[in-house]
């Protein structure tokens, strides 16, 4: 790919409709720019957070009607390779060589950057900046907890965050439950969760309620990785070992939670949230908070251990 991007005058990247993949893959988009590219991002999620990545050129799909000399994409669509001229390239990155290692995402990006495109300047970050006008964890006491997910299998029983809530309340803390508009009805019959219930029709009102928040819990999911990238310390809550190595938020002050070793194999994937209780993910938090009360940007993940 380094001669092709180097033969290019025209670069799209086309992303992923999740917000995490979108996320990761800005990685390689902020390596781009830094290295003197100006690539035509399409995407939902930039385009909804466009003030919060100022440096970027996103469009929208159903407005394009540009052809490019390279095209990117995480993983091969119709749309991106319609989007190739000529005499341009597709590059699907999960072919990559980079891809084929079993390590965390951002490492795959960042050796995709340096090794498959050649790029010196390298950085792990993705270039998202908050807007002047929201308050970096202003509301020191609130946790910003996002019960839902894209996938039913990595969700954490509703029950259980209930109660989670409840124990955060009993120790000073003011949690509230981030779900999507689509989601409201879901929770609003449980009488402790809908007092706590906030739902934004975009992104960037999402983003600034995290990056107002002290604190973020939530399942393994696109949120995670956004409150993280903001600089809010996270929790995240995996079903395995294996997973929370390639996709945990990974970008500053975080840690993740896993379930007791009670069960393996496809077993865990079923049973995970059995084996993962509330008293376990408090103790997690409770460790998280511990130190700086603003917060840390270091490159830090840790894995709690069993509360007993």
């Known amino acids: 790919m380094k001669a092709a991007l180097a033969r290019a005058s025209s670069i799209a990247v086309v992303m992923s409709p999740a917000i995490g ?13 830094r290295n003197g590219h100006r690539p035509v991002v399409f995407s939902w999620v930039v385009s909804d957070l466009a003030e919060w990545f100022p440096e970027v050129d996103v469009r929208h799909e159903r407005t394009c009607r540009d ?23 597709h590059c699907e990155l999960v072919r990559l060589d980079a891809f084929r290692t079993r390590r965390h995402m951002i490492d795959m990006f960042l050796a995709a950057a340096r090794d498959g495109f050649g790029l010196a300047r390298i950085t792990r970050e993705n270039g998202i900046a908050m807007p002047h006008h929201v308050r970096f964890r202003v509301n020191e006491r609130r946790v910003a907890i996002h019960p839902t997910g ?3 299998e990595k969700i954490w029983p509703q029950r259980k965050f209930v109660a ?45 309620w995290i990056a107002e928040s002290g604190w973020f819990i939530g399942n393994d999911s696109g949120l ?11 929790l ?25 070793n009670l069960v393996v194999g ?26 700086d009360p603003h917060g840390s940007h270091k490159n830090t993940l840790t894995t709690f251990a069993d509360p007993t």
């Not at 120790?171 to 989601?183: D, I, N």
């Open 21 to 33: 993949d979108t996320l990761l893959t800005m990685v390689l988009v902020n390596n781009l720019v």
């Open 67 to 89: 052809t490019f000399d390279l095209v990117i994409e995480l993983r091969a669509t119709p749309f991106g390779t319609s989007l190739v001229s000529p005499e341009g390239r």
């Open 150 to 152: 894209s996938h039913i």
């Open 164 to 208: 989670l809530a409840k124990k955060l309340v009993q120790r000073g803390y003011e949690p509230t439950f981030l779900v999507a508009p689509a989601e409201r009805d879901a929770w609003q019959h449980d009488h402790e969760a809908s007092r706590s219930l906030r739902s934004f029709d975009r992104l960037a009102d999402v983003a600034a």
């Open 224 to 234: 995670g990785h956004l409150a993280l990238a903001l600089g809010v310390p996270t």
């Open 236 to 260: 995240t809550l995996f079903m395995r070992r294996g997973i929370a190595l390639t996709w945990q938020p990974k970008w500053g002050r975080g840690a993740i939670v896993l379930p007791r």
């Open 266 to 291: 496809v077993l865990k994937e079923r049973y995970w949230t059995v084996a993962l209780s509330a008293r376990r993910v408090l103790h997690s938090f409770e460790q998280l908070t511990r130190g």
